[in-house]
């Protein structure tokens, strides 16, 4: 029993002392492969080996014994074992690699876990040739479906294949343990095929996952899809310049290749242009050039596709030629206008002008009254944006009744006694009168035509194209001058006159003299009529005081009646006394009334010194001419007087 349990005891102690001292991997052997016919070395080594330790390398078939420590089995000529042994390696070398060499390996002593030297060598067998890919090796219509098929002959291991869209993958098949065919086979479908699978490359690679010691290889298919044309218009505008060139371009998109015809909407003529593939040339293009042009693409593949390219050409602006050169416009009208009709590319901005002025007017020109100042040469300018401007002139005749100018002036001139009165007429007409005129109207209703160079009347005409005027000039002026003068012209339109009158006052000595006459003439007449009263008076009281006595005289006669109570009787200041003659129905005679147009002041009986002689009045006619707004510089005659500064305007009421 003593002699068992020392035995267990040192069986103890043996195996504590092995596991104490046991060998460690210090390189585990790794999983490689091998091109066929190559050399591949599978590396091991421990650590803390002893002499006693025996390294063994086990292999395929079936993990038999290839080596012990150093030792290699007759049978396996080509395996050595390499390395410095005494540092524990044990490294198993393979030359002209076979397919049969190819299994899992294990290094392996005691005391080490076996499954830690376990390795796999794998004998590489490059594939042949690159896969084969049938299928979409024709054109294929759009919306159709293409299978590819992917064949690799040959090779070890077998690879996986792999479809590639470009550079993205769809597709992977690898080998599986069951498959027992020599060839691999990777079939890909494509269904409804679009426009935008032609000319993409669908590739097939063959790898069989060593790149290191073979690459991939590859075949590729790139499809042909036919599909209808479809058209784009890099510029759907295109503006040139009216002379320039003019290139139209159609792109199309379409497989096969579209054929391009141009043609020019609401054209029925043939292009002027030269076509030339996608493109439409039109030389030195005009204004007529300008429009919408539409190419057709059409590649057998249905349905045909179309494009339009607007052509806009610029050019400078352009008047209508039928605007009349001269338009003639009655006086007085009311809402006329002008309007001017004019095109361009881009569209002008018309406007109007009054020649040789900055003045302008926007388009059509409108006129509220039309009076002779509208009357001139306009022109009609047009604009527009990188083209100098155009213009076209016409005319506007006003033509129509006679026009006094200046009627806002003094109707009512006021001149000292012995001064010059100067009076004023200005007409514009079209046609203008014969002449103007003038007729004086006395006080008491005479009218008189007045002639130049008689009894200090002097008359000064002129005559311009556009107007004609009269002054009037009248020296010594008296009392007997006073009235009104009217001036007075007309044409076939019709007449026209302006009246103006002439107010006379006495100088300050005349009138000191006709004040003193007057308060004179008064004081004698109520002297005479207090003295009458008196007389009178003494008669009735001598009646009272003495008894009538029938038959008998007075004792004295009635003193005579003064002189100066007849009724032609004057004051001595000679100033004519109007109540003596309204006492003695002497009144002077009323002014005679305005005979008829074709009487003479003379047949009314009367005589008045200083008028001239009359003579009838002819036809005559004016026109009134002023400038449009803002414009109206037409100098206005005044009436004056030569011995002071004017007289202030008195409106005519």
Partial sequence: MAADSKGLLIAMLMISTWTAYAAKYRVIPKSTAVLLGGTITMKCAYDELTPADTVVWLGPPNFKLIATG??????????????????????????????????NYKCSTFGVDEAEGLAELTVVEPVPAPPDIDGGDGPVIHGHSILLSCVSYGGHPLPRLEWYNGTRLVQSIRPSEQWQMEDMVAKLSIRRVSRWENGVNYTCKADQGFPDLVKPVASSRVLDIQYPPEVFIPRPSIFVKEGDLANLTCLVDGNPTSTVTWRKLDHHHSLAGAERGNHLILHKVSRYDAGVYQCTADNGIPPVDVGTVTLKVRYPPWIDPSMKQTITVQYDNDGFSLDCLA????????????????????????????????EGTYECVATNEGFPEVSKETKIDVIGLPHLLGQDLAEVLTV????????????????????????????????????????????????????????????????????TYICQASNIFGPVKRNIQLEVEESRTSLFIIIIATTASALALMATMAFGCVLKKRRVTRKQRKPTVHGVSASRPMPPVPK??????????????????????????????????????????LA?????????LPPYSTVERQLPDGEDNIRHLTTFREDGPTVPATPSL
């Fill in 343 to 374: 095109e361009g590319n881009p569209k002008p901005h018309i406007r109007w002008r009054r020649k040789n002025t900055n003045l302008y007017w926007d388009n059509p020109l409108r006129f509220n009254r039309v009076d002779y100042g509208v």
């Fill in 70 to 103: 150093k030792a290699v089995n007759p049978r396996f000529q080509r395996y050595a074992i390499t390395g410095d042994h005494s540092k524990g390696e044990f490294n198993l070398a393979i030359r002209e690699a076979r397919l049969r060499d190819e299994g």
């Fill in 608 to 616: 008045y010194s200083g008028l001239v002689h009359s003579t009838s």
């Fill in 564 to 605: 100066y109570i007849h009724a032609t009787s004057t004051i001595d200041s000679g100033v004519e006394d109007l109540e003596l003659h309204e006492l003695d129905r002497a009144l002077k005679p009323h002014p005679p009334s305005r005979g008829r147009d074709d009487k003479e002041w003379k047949s009314v009986g």
């Fill in 416 to 483: 000292q006694s012995g001064g010059t009165a100067r009076l004023g007429c200005r007409i514009v007409a079209d046609p203008l009168p014969g002449r103007i005129s003038w007729i004086w109207r006395s006080k008491q209703g005479i009218e008189n035509t007045l002639h130049d160079g008689l009894n200090g009347i002097s008359i000064n005409d002129k005559i311009t194209e556009q107007e004609m005027s009269s002054a009037l000039t009248v020296k010594h002026v008296d009392i007997g001058r006073a009235g």
